[in-house]
T-cell receptor, first 115, second 109 residues
Framework: GEDVEQSLFLSVREGDSSVINCTYT??????LYWYKQEPGAGLQLLTY?????DMKQDQRLTVLLNKKDKHLSLRIADTQTGDSAIYFC???????????????FGAGTRLAVHP | SQTIHQWPATLVQPVGSPLSLECTVE??????LYWYRQAAGRGLQLLFY??????ISSEVPQNLSASRPQDRQFILSSKKLLLSDSGFYLC????????FGPGTRLTVL
């Protein structure tokens, strides 16, 4: 089945770019997602990329997908203190019996932004 | 637009007491619904999913159960809570993307 891995911590200076990396095992995932979780809150969908795309940009966020290496990254430009949160990547598991598939989440990367 | 609600926001319960967490979705019909648990400092663990009323699938054996009495209502329950049930419980619904509720923080003492 699908397995998703992320580094656990990232610390950046305010104003710098942050790059959060994720690797996955199942190349059949049609979509790959990035979620943001602020302290004590639920998960907020940040962005997603369709598997036939290499890059997607949305304001300060850039998602890069390297299908050959099964590597997904989220770049946050001009990182602000409000970007401090846990970031989860997720992929879709292969369809199982009953036509159901589910999101498989990485463990999350904790981004700390310091002055 | 679709919104998802969870109730209560926080809960402190003694070991052995019952549990009922509620999740309701607005603005969509026949959604796929999910319960996740997030232990402190950990990732997400899928507990249950439901593709329709009365249809519940369990991902992992555990002390919890789920029910879906109405199309847009998903309930997580336990008859007797364990200390290990403490965590942050997230409800989610999904169409082409998955959206999460605000979560319920459960502390079992």
């Amino acid at each position: 089945g699908e397995d998703v891995e992320q580094s656990l911590f990232l610390s950046v200076r305010e104003g710098d770019s942050s790059v959060i990396n994720c690797t996955y095992t199942d190349s059949s995932s049609t979509y790959l997602y990035w979620y943001k979780q602020e302290p004590g809150a639920g998960l907020q969908l940040l962005t997603y990329i369709f598997s036939n795309m290499d890059m997607k940009q949305d304001q300060r966020l850039t998602v890069l997908l390297n299908k050959k290496d099964k590597h997904l990254s989220l770049r946050i430009a001009d990182t602000q203190t409000g970007d401090s949160a846990i970031y989860f990547c997720a992929g879709i598991s292969p369809t199982i019996s009953g036509g159901y598939n589910k999101l498989i989440f990485g463990a999350g990367t904790r981004l700390a932004v310091h002055p | 637009s679709q919104t998802i609600h969870q109730w209560p926001a926080t809960l402190v319960q003694p070991v052995g007491s019952p549990l009922s967490l509620e999740c309701t979705v607005e603005g969509t019909s026949n959604p796929n619904l999910y319960w996740y648990r997030q232990a402190a400092g950990r990732g997400l663990q899928l507990l249950f999913y439901s593709v329709g009323i009365g249809q519940i699938s369990s991902e992992v054996p555990q002390n919890l159960s789920a029910s879906r009495p109405q199309d847009r209502q998903f309930i997580l329950s336990s008859k007797k809570l364990l200390l290990s049930d403490s965590g942050f419980y997230l409800c989610a619904w999904r169409s082409d993307t998955q959206y999460f509720g605000p979560g319920t923080r459960l502390t079992v003492l």
